[in-house]
C-alpha cells in the first residue's frame, strides 16, 4: 500500500539521512501481534485533530529538533570536503513552521479550512520559499567525488550498463567505518571516505557506532501502527460509513486517503470550487460517522501496544537521540 500521507512529511525531513543510512524498525514491530485487535474502550466523539496527542510522540523527533540534526549533518558535509580543499557552503534548511503536526493526520478535518481552502494547505500562501540548496553541478568532477564517494563520470556509465558505481556493502557506523577498508579514492593526498562526505556527514551524527538506533525506528513503529489501524475493522467499518455518506453526497470515494486521487482532483485544483464542496461533504461525513474518533481511538492503541512491546529499545533510542542533538548543538555552535 502507499505510504499514509501522514508520513510523507516526515520522510522529506530525514531523507538526507536515510539515503545513506539502511534499517527497518517497521519490519520488525510487524513480527508480532499483526493479527490482533486492541481493545479500546469508550470512543470519544471528536471533529477536530488539533491537539491530539500520540503515545508515539513521546519518542518522535520534533520538526525542530529534524532542523537542528539536519543543519548539524551540514556543518559536517562542509568540514568533510574542506579536507579535501573544497569550500562548499550549504544554505541553512528552512525552519520548521511551528503549525501543530496533527492538522491533518487523518486527511481533511476542519469544516473552515474546507470551506475556505477545500484540499490545499492554509500555509502554502505564506510559507517562505525554501532556500536553494548549493547544486552538485557546481563543483568540480572532483569535488563531486568527494561529496558522494564515486566519480560521477563513471556513475553514470554504470548506470548506463544496469551496474552500480559504488560499493554495496557499506559500513553501517562511523566506528566500523574507521576500521573498515577505504574507498581507494584519493584526492588531495587524502583518501575519500566510503560513499562521500554525504554518507561520513550521516555516520558521525547517527550511527557513531554499532549500537546506534536506527533514526527512523519510532517513525516506523508509528508508521506500522497507522497500517494496522487502517487494516482494522473498526476504521473500515468507520471508513465504509464515509463512503456511503459520501455517495449519498454525489461523490463515489472509497476512502478519506485516496477521496482526491478518486475524485480526479489535481495539484492546481485543490481549492477551486469543486474541491471545496468536495471538502466540505468530506468534512460533515467525518463528522457524521465519527471517523476521527474512532480512528484515533484505534490507532492510539497501536501505538500504545508497540510501546510497550519496543519499551526497552525506545528508552535507548530517547538516549541516543539527545547525545545527537547535543552534539548537533556543539555543531551549530
Given at each position: 500500500?502507499?505510504?499514509?500521507?501522514?508520513?510523507?512529511?516526515?520522510?522529506?525531513?530525514?531523507?538526507?539521512?536515510?539515503?545513506?543510512?539502511?534499517?527497518?524498525?517497521?519490519?520488525?514491530?510487524?513480527?508480532?501481534?499483526?493479527?490482533?485487535?486492541?481493545?479500546?474502550?469508550?470512543?470519544?466523539?471528536?471533529?477536530?485533530?488539533?491537539?491530539?496527542?500520540?503515545?508515539?510522540?513521546?519518542?518522535?523527533?520534533?520538526?525542530?529538533?529534524?532542523?537542528?540534526?539536519?543543519?548539524?549533518?551540514?556543518?559536517?558535509?562542509?568540514?568533510?570536503?574542506?579536507?579535501?580543499?573544497?569550500?562548499?557552503?550549504?544554505?541553512?534548511?528552512?525552519?520548521?513552521?511551528?503549525?501543530?503536526?496533527?492538522?491533518?493526520?487523518?486527511?481533511?478535518?476542519?469544516?473552515?479550512?474546507?470551506?475556505?481552502?477545500?484540499?490545499?494547505?492554509?500555509?502554502?500562501?505564506?510559507?517562505?520559499?525554501?532556500?536553494?540548496?548549493?547544486?552538485?553541478?557546481?563543483?568540480?568532477?572532483?569535488?563531486?567525488?568527494?561529496?558522494?564517494?564515486?566519480?560521477?563520470?563513471?556513475?553514470?556509465?554504470?548506470?548506463?550498463?544496469?551496474?552500480?558505481?559504488?560499493?554495496?556493502?557499506?559500513?553501517?557506523?562511523?566506528?566500523?567505518?574507521?576500521?573498515?577498508?577505504?574507498?581507494?579514492?584519493?584526492?588531495?593526498?587524502?583518501?575519500?571516505?566510503?560513499?562521500?562526505?554525504?554518507?561520513?556527514?550521516?555516520?558521525?551524527?547517527?550511527?557513531?557506532?554499532?549500537?546506534?538506533?536506527?533514526?527512523?525506528?519510532?517513525?516506523?513503529?508509528?508508521?506500522?501502527?497507522?497500517?494496522?489501524?487502517?487494516?482494522?475493522?473498526?476504521?473500515?467499518?468507520?471508513t465504509t460509513k464515509?463512503?456511503?455518506?459520501?455517495?449519498?453526497?454525489?461523490?463515489?470515494?472509497?476512502?478519506?486517503?485516496?477521496?482526491?486521487?478518486?475524485?480526479?482532483?489535481?495539484?492546481?485544483?485543490?481549492?477551486?470550487?469543486?474541491?471545496?464542496?468536495?471538502?466540505?461533504?468530506?468534512?460533515?461525513?467525518?463528522?457524521?460517522?465519527?471517523?476521527?474518533?474512532?480512528?484515533?481511538?484505534?490507532?492510539s492503541a497501536y501505538?500504545?501496544?508497540?510501546?510497550?512491546?519496543?519499551?526497552?529499545?525506545?528508552?535507548?533510542?530517547?538516549?541516543?537521540?539527545?547525545?545527537?542533538?547535543?552534539?548537533?548543538?556543539?555543531?551549530?555552535?
Amino acid at each position: 500500500m502507499a505510504l499514509p500521507a501522514r508520513l510523507l512529511a516526515a520522510t522529506c525531513l530525514m531523507s538526507a539521512a536515510a539515503l545513506t543510512l539502511s534499517g527497518c524498525a517497521g519490519e520488525e514491530a510487524a513480527a508480532d501481534g499483526a493479527g490482533k485487535e486492541p481493545a479500546i474502550g469508550s470512543i470519544e466523539k471528536l471533529s477536530s485533530t488539533e491537539g491530539l496527542e500520540f503515545p508515539i510522540a513521546a519518542y518522535a523527533v520534533t520538526p525542530d529538533q529534524q532542523y537542528q540534526a539536519k543543519k548539524a549533518q551540514d556543518r559536517l558535509i562542509e568540514q568533510c570536503m574542506k579536507r579535501f580543499g573544497f569550500e562548499y557552503a550549504l544554505p541553512a534548511p528552512t525552519p520548521p513552521s511551528g503549525d501543530d503536526s496533527t492538522s491533518r493526520v487523518f486527511g481533511l478535518a476542519d469544516a473552515e479550512d474546507a470551506a475556505q481552502f477545500g484540499y490545499a494547505s492554509p500555509r502554502r500562501a505564506t510559507d517562505p520559499a525554501p532556500p536553494k540548496r548549493q547544486s552538485t553541478a557546481s563543483l568540480s568532477r572532483t569535488g563531486q567525488t568527494v561529496l558522494n564517494g564515486v566519480d560521477p563520470v563513471a556513475e553514470a556509465a554504470a548506470k548506463a550498463k544496469g551496474q552500480a558505481a559504488a560499493p554495496t556493502d557499506e559500513p553501517m557506523s562511523q566506528a566500523e567505518a574507521e576500521k573498515a577498508p577505504g574507498s581507494g579514492i584519493i584526492v588531495n593526498g587524502k583518501e575519500v571516505p566510503v560513499g562521500g562526505c554525504g554518507r561520513e556527514s550521516a555516520l558521525k551524527l547517527y550511527a557513531p557506532n554499532s549500537e546506534a538506533i536506527d533514526i527512523l525506528f519510532a517513525f516506523n513503529l508509528g508508521g506500522e501502527a497507522e497500517s494496522r489501524a487502517l487494516e482494522d475493522s473498526r476504521v473500515r467499518e468507520a471508513t465504509t460509513k464515509w463512503s456511503q455518506c459520501m455517495a449519498d453526497s454525489g461523490f463515489t470515494t472509497s476512502s478519506p486517503d485516496s477521496v482526491q486521487s478518486d475524485l480526479g482532483l489535481e495539484q492546481g485544483e485543490l481549492s477551486s470550487p469543486e474541491a471545496i464542496t468536495i471538502a466540505k461533504a468530506d468534512v460533515a461525513c467525518k463528522t457524521q460517522v465519527n471517523y476521527i474518533g474512532i480512528r484515533y481511538a484505534v490507532q492510539s492503541a497501536y501505538e500504545k501496544s508497540l510501546v510497550e512491546e519496543h519499551a526497552e529499545t525506545l528508552a535507548l533510542f530517547k538516549e541516543q537521540t539527545q547525545d545527537r542533538l547535543r552534539l548537533a548543538a556543539q555543531l551549530n555552535g
